[in-house]
């Protein structure tokens, strides 16, 4: 018979989502914890090129190693896996190209803070939040419910938005979004001619300098998937400005004015200075060594280093605030995702159960962000697409809250996250001591409140 292809996806004008996608699972809140009732979620993708005439249980061996082959064949008996919409029965079945795979699997996403997010500002072009600690800004890797977007079309009923910059999920502070396509374009030009400005305030290890301070180091990609840099002088162009506002003996609190936007620009720039925030759990371990990375100097190659970095969290049990996972480092060699223009052509190693990157850069945005994830092994072209924007693949909207209550109320046999025990974090873990203060362009100017611990008189 003929083989069933579904239908080209239309083109979102924004980042959509539906009653049928909040439908999926529900919140409940915590010890200060938003959480989100584990869910059943179709991962989705077209043949790639490089899999035509590969039979599926190469593709998984090779490409989708977060699960051993034993659990896509478990998968496979229990109607999980299909192919063009018919059960796969056969992992021995050779893919053809534009075959189409859907995966449902059992889905667990990590807490977050269960501070709401304050609108600051919104009229018929933008809306202005305040973003807090431990919240991505869109779904990525085991984020999807426990995101700004999911959270802002939930519970104020903001859909449609479009992302103008981007925050590190554990950067707190003034986040925007244009409500319409006309007004995204217009901030990407003032992006483009340099025209925002963005000023950050973070409390910092010891007693910053009085005088302004300027750092240019070049930032290198150690690893997009961990999400760490470092100064390197392949790494490419910065300028961040550093001007202390108070000082409590121990601790000093910073203003920070980054005018280029790389990767943990401000973090990776205060940790060079000898000042890493207070708080960071990437810059301030010791992983680094005694002097924390100051100067430059690290007495480890990059792999040694992001192994000590994903020992240290491990111990702690917290994997999750670093924003990786067991089965995500299991899935790939570290150390081999460096940010060499070089390895631009390879494919990434795509994942139809779970990933934990955020990619680094939305397709539809040129500029970069300061404080953002860089890219996992879901950020590019190459890898897995979720296709859940605007059509109309998946259940129903009750079909959907069905799903969500059996997914909730018992364990699933083939999940491995069930059979797993974590600590939750608490929430004092899930604040890190940067605050995104004021965003401002050629038309307008936004500013949140102080954060408590930047306060002069606050102790830790």
């Known amino acids: 018979g003929e083989r069933y292809v579904p239908p080209p996806r239309k083109l979102s004008t924004g980042v959509s989502f539906g009653m049928e996608h909040f439908a999926e699972t529900s919140y409940y809140f915590e010890g200060g914890l938003r959480q989100v009732r584990p869910y059943y979620f179709d991962f989705r993708t077209y043949c790639k090129g490089r899999w035509v005439g590969r039979s599926l249980l190469d593709v998984f061996s090779t490409e989708f190693r977060a699960q051993p082959i034993d659990y896509y064949r478990a998968a496979a008996r229990a109607g999980r896996l299909r192919l063009n919409e018919e059960p796969v029965r056969d992992l021995d079945i050779v893919l053809k190209n534009n075959d189409f795979l859907r995966n449902t699997v059992h889905r667990h996403e990590p807490p977050v803070t269960a501070q709401p997010i304050r609108?600051?500002?919104?009229?018929?072009?933008?809306?202005?939040?305040?973003?807090?600690?431990?919240?991505?800004?869109?779904?990525?890797?085991?984020f999807r419910h426990n995101t700004v977007i999911f959270i802002l079309g939930k519970e104020h009923g903001l859909k449609e938005l479009h992302t103008i910059h981007r925050l590190d999920r554990m950067t707190s502070g003034v986040l925007m979004f244009a409500k319409t396509l006309e007004v995204s374009k217009r901030m990407d030009e003032q992006v483009r001619e340099r025209q925002l400005e963005k000023e950050y305030?973070?409390?910092?290890?010891?007693?910053?300098?009085?005088h302004e301070v300027v750092c240019e180091?070049?930032?290198?990609?150690?690893?997009?998937?961990?999400?760490?840099?470092?100064?390197?002088?392949?790494?490419?162009?910065?300028?961040?400005?550093?001007?202390?506002?108070?000082?409590?003996?121990?601790s000093s609190v910073v203003r920070c004015v980054p005018r280029t936007g790389r990767t943990h620009q401000i973090r990776v720039h205060l940790q060079y200075l000898g000042h890493p925030i207070l708080n960071d759990p990437i810059y301030n371990m010791d992983a680094w060594g005694p002097q924390r990375g100051k100067g430059g100097k690290v007495d480890k190659t990059d792999e040694e280093l992001l192994k000590a970095l994903v020992e240290e969290h491990r111990s702690k049990q917290s994997l999750d605030i670093l924003g990786v996972s067991e089965e995500d480092l299991s899935s790939s060699a570290e150390g081999k995702d460096r940010d060499d223009p070089s390895d631009?052509?390879?494919?990434?190693?795509?994942?139809?159960?779970?990933?934990?990157?955020?990619?680094?850069?939305?397709?539809?945005?040129?500029a970069e962000d300061p404080e953002r994830n860089p890219a996992g092994p879901l950020g590019s072209s190459a890898s897995l697409e979720v296709l859940d924007k605007k059509e109309e693949l998946g259940a129903s909207e009750t079909q959907s809250r069905q799903r969500a209550e059996e997914a909730s109320e018992e364990k699933d046999p083939l999940c491995p996250e069930c059979r797993v025990t974590r600590r939750d974090p608490s929430p004092k873990e899930l604040v890190m001591y940067l605050h995104a203060l004021r965003y401002k362009g050629a038309e307008f100017e936004y500013c949140s409140k102080m954060p408590q611990w930047a306060m002069e008189d606050w102790e830790e």
């Open 217 to 250: 180091e070049p930032i290198l990609v150690v690893s997009y998937k961990v999400g760490v840099c470092r100064v390197d002088p392949r790494g490419k162009p910065c300028q961040t400005f550093f001007r202390r506002l108070s000082y409590n003996g121990r």
């Open 119 to 142: 609108v600051l500002a919104e009229d018929s072009a933008v809306v202005v939040v305040d973003k807090p600690s431990s919240l991505p800004v869109h779904p990525c890797g085991r």
């Open 201 to 210: 305030v973070c409390r910092v290890v010891g007693e910053f300098p009085e």
């Open 344 to 366: 631009r052509s390879k494919p990434a190693q795509a994942d139809l159960v779970s990933t934990s990157s955020c990619p680094a850069r939305d397709p539809q945005r040129g």
